[in-house]
């Protein structure tokens, strides 16, 4: 058995997946588009790959390393760029963007909410547009907008470059009253000033928050798999392990499995479906809390230690510093609609879930940091420096489900290491860089003046 600090086998790696999947990734989008009661205004599916997609798309390598025997990390943050999973899907959705605007003569403004994550992929795949000639400053421009709990969490990019692209592509923190409310003020824009943008601009407004855009790419996660770690008769019971907010990843995994099993894929075809087993925070449990059938325990509160206590649900921490604590604000949804079809996944092909506390991620941290090294992830030395959290969730909440029987011994758990960074990584956007709102019309003046830069 290798120690603690030794991989186990080698790191493999599939390169440029969006270039190398192309046709599968197509397939799905034709699945996923005949399934929707509506079409999107930028279709799913791409005809063809434009002259520069494959260095577009360079920055989508995959990495699969066992780091402990059945226990592998599947690498999903290899782009220097964002540093999370969103990379793949942002890179797919600029270029149906790119497509559109060819076919169309349309120009593109994106407008989307984020909790931090999603705008800093979307913004770094703009960014390589211009940059390879996918689209220019004149044909393509984003608006995120995040709420002010996710300001650690928005990421410098080259759209801060000069006065101009920061006006036609700003970054837009919103004074709101609950996180997700940035969906709401976002939607309510998009309603109210789409045409009016469009009559006086030519920018068609492409609101980006709909789960296809996301799980349609992250079907390649299971392109990934059926190449690297093939789903046998021979092999050993296997769970994927994620931190998740709505699961967007492991739903568009789902996606790659079924296009697999019908033999049309050029892969592999898996012997069976594997479980999915969810990592969430306290305060935002509701896919953990749905797939157990259970609310989230009650905890007591320890005067003298100031902590709080609970000893009836082995899914929960032990101990935490609050009941409702928030360890990543990345992970902002709550009652995701997402719930009921992966409650269907893991009623029909196993898994679960487990929450996770602050002092959990802490005390298995040296832990997680070997585990990390192990497969060419450095973490730094101190947790007060981490502004992305996901991928220290996900190791800790295996971590515990396995000294709690909550998965066992011989099961393989290929974790999806789906998002990290710190500051010295990946430097954060300056404080001069960001337009600040509060109502609708506030953001609506940041929207058509992004189009009329």
């Not at 009016?196 to 299971?222: C, K, P, Q, S, V």
């Not at 973490?379 to 991928?391: F, G, H, Q, T, Y």
Request: proline share 6%.
């Amino acid at each position: 058995m290798p120690t603690m600090g030794q991989a186990a086998v080698t790191e493999r790696i599939v390169r440029n997946v969006l270039d190398r999947y192309f046709q599968q990734l197509q397939a799905v989008a034709r699945k996923a588009a005949a399934a929707r009661t509506a079409p999107q205004l930028i279709p799913l599916e791409m005809d063809e790959k434009p002259a520069v997609f494959t260095r577009f798309t360079a920055v989508t390598d995959v990495a699969l390393t066992q780091v402990r025997p059945h226990l592998y990390l599947l690498d999903l943050m290899r782009n220097p760029g964002a540093r999370t999973t969103k990379t793949v899907a942002s890179l797919m959705m600029i270029a149906r963007a790119a497509a559109h605007i060819r076919r169309t003569g349309e120009r593109v403004l994106l407008v989307t909410p984020t909790s931090g994550n999603k705008g800093t992929a979307l913004r770094d795949a703009v960014a390589r547009a211009y940059e390879t000639g996918m689209a220019t400053p004149d044909e393509l421009r984003i608006v995120i907008v995040a709420p002010e709990a996710s300001r650690s969490k928005l990421r410098d990019s080259p759209l801060t470059a000069g006065p101009m692209l920061r006006t036609a592509n700003p970054v837009v923190v919103a004074d709101v009253e609950r996180p997700g409310d940035v969906k709401l003020l976002s939607s309510e824009v998009v309603e109210g000033f789409a045409a009016e943008t469009f009559d006086t601009t030519g920018f068609r407004i492409w609101y980006t928050l709909d789960l296809d855009n996301y799980r349609i790419a992250d079907a390649a996660r299971a392109f990934v798999e059926a190449e690297l770690l093939p789903i046998t008769e021979r092999s050993a019971p296997r769970l994927h392990a994620h931190a998740v907010s709505s699961a967007f990843g492991l739903l568009g995994y789902h996606l790659g499995h079924q296009l697999l099993c019908t033999g049309t894929a050029s892969l592999p075809a898996p012997a069976r479906h594997p479980g999915f087993f969810l990592v969430q925070q306290l305060a935002t449990a509701d896919m953990v809390t749905s797939l157990l059938g259970a609310s989230v325990p009650e905890y007591t509160h320890d005067e003298e230690s100031g902590l709080w206590r609970q000893s009836t649900a082995a899914e929960f921490p032990a101990v935490t510093d609050h009941p409702q604590e928030v360890i990543d604000a990345t992970f902002y949804t709550k009652t995701p609609p997402t719930r009921t079809q992966v409650n269907e996944i893991v009623a029909r092909h196993g898994g679960g879930g487990v929450v996770v506390s602050r002092r959990e991620c802490l005390d298995k941290f040296e832990e997680v940091r070997s585990l990390a090294a192990d497969a060419s992830i450095t973490i730094v030395s101190d947790p007060a420096l981490i502004r992305e959290w996901s991928l220290v969730k996900a190791i800790t909440g295996v971590l515990v489900a396995r000294e709690r029987d909550l998965i066992t011994a011989d099961t393989d758990v290929v974790v999806h290491a789906s998002g990290y960074f710190s500051d010295e990584l990946l430097a954060p956007v300056r404080d001069e860089h960001l337009t600040r709102v509060a109502t609708v019309d506030d953001l609506a003046k940041a929207v058509l003046l992004a189009a009329h830069a």
